[in-house]
């Protein structure tokens, strides 16, 4: 009886250990995924700078985009990219615009439908490292693995694959290091950076949304659907509203919105006959500048240009920003100490 007992706890001890043997192991995190068909950035060219050469790239999209969400000057430079390298571009239904001038709790993420002109925007995080203070601004951008810094330029997007978040995408980098305007980001799927989704993005709060790890993360609620119609070959460009390749060509009614915008009559960058431009200020203020008081980027109220941006090389691209009270209260500052000053002098 005891031998028969001693049989069966056995037979149970090596049950138990065989079940634990074959349990599933927790999820890997993600690892680099070659592509099947390796990607040559050197096929894709940027835009030309003539402005009657882009003139003609735009002509066929004067429908995008009438509700003036996206910031016109980074528009125009997604649209005559991908105009300039459609033989290259397997995906033509829609097209990504991301400007990381603004702060995380505004829309910052544009899908562009080219049929119907249509834009949906939402949010989308940058890297702890793109924002090392934590305000919820992207000031600083690379190229480099383990930086944790997003990238900015052109992309195609890859292929969907369950990482560490279920239902990413990879991105594919198609500006080399040493492009225009810091753009860097050949190292994206080496790097890992992707689109996913993260708990910390919502897309229907306007405060200041998490970081991730450099990737473009989306709020959960939308980024399956997202995914679903842009993964495998359609353009995504990453750029700055405040520092854009060229100056918009046409009008730019987002008013300050998303970082862009000025009062009217403001030159290049600027807004004539009362329409906002992208990187504009007050009137008369220079691109990309915008008049003492100014906030970042142009628009009235704040302080005058906008914030400095670093890359990984550590140099400084646009101008610091003036420290001091703001323009709207400045003026109230003045009065109270005149009235100080004639109050003391009364006394006296």
């Not at 050197?42 to 004067?62: G, H, I, N, Q, V």
């Not at 978040?165 to 080496?190: E, F, I, K, Q």
């Not at 359609?234 to 100056?247: D, F, G, K, N, V």
């Amino acid at each position: 009886m005891r031998r028969s007992l001693r049989h069966v706890a056995l037979a149970v001890g090596l049950c138990v250990v065989t079940a634990c043997a074959s349990a599933p192991e927790p999820e890997a995190r993600d690892t680099f995924a070659e592509r099947a068909t390796p990607l040559d950035p050197s096929l894709f060219t940027l835009p030309p700078p003539a402005s009657a050469e882009r003139a003609a790239l735009l002509s066929p999209w004067t429908h995008l985009d009438p509700e003036g969400l996206v910031p016109r000057a980074l528009l125009e430079d997604a649209v005559e990219f991908f105009e300039q390298n459609k033989a290259h571009i397997p995906k033509q239904k829609f097209l990504v615009v991301v400007d990381f001038t603004p702060h995380s709790g505004k829309d910052r993420f544009f899908l562009i439908e080219l049929a119907t002109g249509a834009v949906e925007p939402h949010k989308v995080a940058h890297g702890d490292g793109t924002d090392p203070d934590n305000d919820g601004y992207a000031d600083v951008f690379g190229n480099v693995d383990g930086s944790h810094r997003t990238s900015l330029g052109y992309y195609l997007t890859g292929e969907i694959y369950d990482g560490t978040h279920v239902h990413s995408m990879r991105l594919d980098g198609l500006s080399p290091d040493g492009s225009p305007n810091g753009m860097a980001n050949t190292n994206a799927r080496s790097r890992l950076i992707v689109v996913h989704e993260a708990s910390y993005v919502d897309d229907g709060s306007s405060k200041q949304q998490g970081r991730s790890n450099g990737c473009l993360a989306l709020d959960p609620s939308i980024e399956v659907a997202m995914v679903d119609r842009i993964h495998d070959g359609t353009l995504i460009y990453a750029a700055r509203s405040a520092s854009p390749l060229h100056a918009a060509l046409g009008p730019d009614s987002t008013g300050g919105a998303a970082g862009g915008g000025g009062a009217a009559g403001a030159p290049a960058n600027g807004g004539a006959g009362g329409a906002m431009q992208v990187n504009g200020g007050a009137a008369g203020a220079p691109a990309n500048g915008g008049a003492a008081g100014a906030p970042v980027n142009g628009g009235a109220g704040g302080q005058s240009g906008y914030a400095s941006v670093h890359l990984d090389d550590g140099t400084a691209e646009g101008s610091c920003a003036v420290a001091g009270p703001p323009s709207g209260q400045g003026w109230l500052v003045a009065v109270g100490l005149a009235w100080a000053l004639v109050r003391r002098r009364r006394a006296a």
